[in-house]
Nanobody
Framework: RVQVVESGGGLVQAGGSLRLSCTAF???????MGWFRQVPGKEHEGVSC????????YYADSVKGRFTISRDNAKNTLYLQMNSLKPEDTAMYYC??????????????????WGQGTQITVSS
């Protein structure tokens, strides 16, 4: 059974840092992955996505220079290092995996497998 599980959310003050992790289980092929976030009442936003090899990476403009995505394929784990956090980064963050290895997009319709989400709250 294919599954992705996030960890690492929490409460942090503005300017602080957090690191999210996401471990994938049950995959038999190479796969792109990404981080998405959602605020109640709004659509999912693609935060950052990465292909299997890490050669192609996307960042939303709102997080460029502050967030860094990386992956360790030997551990089947995806990371998101978040620095200089702002109150507007407050959201539920989701990890997702695709059924292909390239980076087609960082939009939800291109990702098939989703974690349960982890809440990040940034206080001002």
């Amino acid at each position: 059974r294919v599954q992705v599980v996030e960890s690492g959310g929490g409460l942090v003050q503005a300017g602080g840092s957090l690191r999210l992790s996401c471990t994938a289980f049950g995959f038999s092929d190479d796969y792109a992955m990404g981080w998405f976030r959602q605020v109640p009442g709004k659509e999912h936003e693609g935060v950052s996505c990465i292909d299997w090899n890490g050669d192609n990476i996307y960042y939303a403009d709102s997080v460029k220079g502050r967030f860094t995505i990386s992956r360790d394929n030997a551990k089947n784990t995806l990371y998101l290092q978040m620095n200089s956090l702002k109150p507007e980064d407050t959201a539920m963050y989701y990890c997702a995996a695709a059924s292909y290895y390239g980076l087609r997009s960082c939009e939800i319709h291109d990702y098939n497998y989703w974690g349960q989400g982890t809440q990040i709250t940034v206080s001002s």
